[in-house]
T-cell receptor, first 112, second 114 residues
């Protein structure tokens, strides 16, 4: 049973515009959320995270928003650049657990 | 260079064979993890280890064996490979610190079982 869901397998955005990637989760025990970026033939690399005590975290062009009541988080990339083209994974963890639960990923294509 | 390395990067083998995937990290991280990535499933945890000689099952452990005799190494063995184990395998590590510390991933091993 997929506890973390990314319902959009792909997204295309024009360079310079905003990219919004969405993630939903079902387990209300999750209290930490992360976004990873993955290029082909490479491992996922950590991008940004957010604790459940916050509703927003910003790092340069990347902002993650968390809506706990809706069990939803989103990653905003502004402005989008061609180098952002990759697969983005949402992941979550719960207290006392050492592993991460991953979504199925969204492939972002930024068109020059 | 410091980091986490996996070997081999690509492997083709036959059903029933034993195959071992290697993972080595130079950070002295306490925790190490093995995931598999399959279409429609994202990354799923196979096994993890909290320290040398301490291992535990993840979501999909059946058909896999792990060991951790040294902190820096965490090999994953398929004792009798099956076609359903064709996948991309990722090793990851993180330090002991808090829950929010992200895991660092290797570049993966693409395993094909014929």
């Amino acid at each position: 049973d997929q506890q973390v869901k990314q319902n959009s397998p792909s997204l295309s955005v024009q360079e310079g515009r905003i990219s919004i990637l969405n993630c939903d989760y079902t387990n209300s025990m999750f209290d930490y959320f992360l976004w990873y970026k993955k290029y082909p033939a490479e491992g996922p690399t950590f991008l940004i995270s957010i604790s459940s005590i916050k509703d927003k975290n910003e790092d340069g062009r990347f902002t993650v928003f968390l809506n706990k009541s809706a069990k939803h988080l989103s990653l905003h990339i502004v402005p989008s650049q061609p180098g952002d083209s990759a697969v983005y994974f949402c992941a979550a963890s719960r207290p006392g657990a050492n592993n991460l639960f991953f979504g199925t990923g969204t492939r972002l294509t930024v068109i020059p | 260079d410091a980091g986490i390395t996996q070997s081999p990067r690509y492997k083709i083998t036959e059903t029933g064979r034993q195959v071992t995937l290697m993972c080595h990290q130079t950070w002295s991280h306490s925790y190490m993890f093995w995931y598999r990535q399959d279409l429609g499933h994202g990354l799923r945890l196979i096994y993890y280890s909290a320290a040398a000689d301490i291992t535990d099952k993840g979501e999909v452990p059946d058909g896999y064996v792990v060991s951790r005799s040294k902190t820096e190494n965490f090999p994953l063995t398929l004792e009798s490979a099956t076609r359903s184990q064709t996948s991309v395998y990722f090793c990851a590590s993180r330090s002991l610190d808090t829950q929010g510390v992200p895991q660092h991933f290797g570049d993966g091993t693409r395993l094909s079982i014929l």
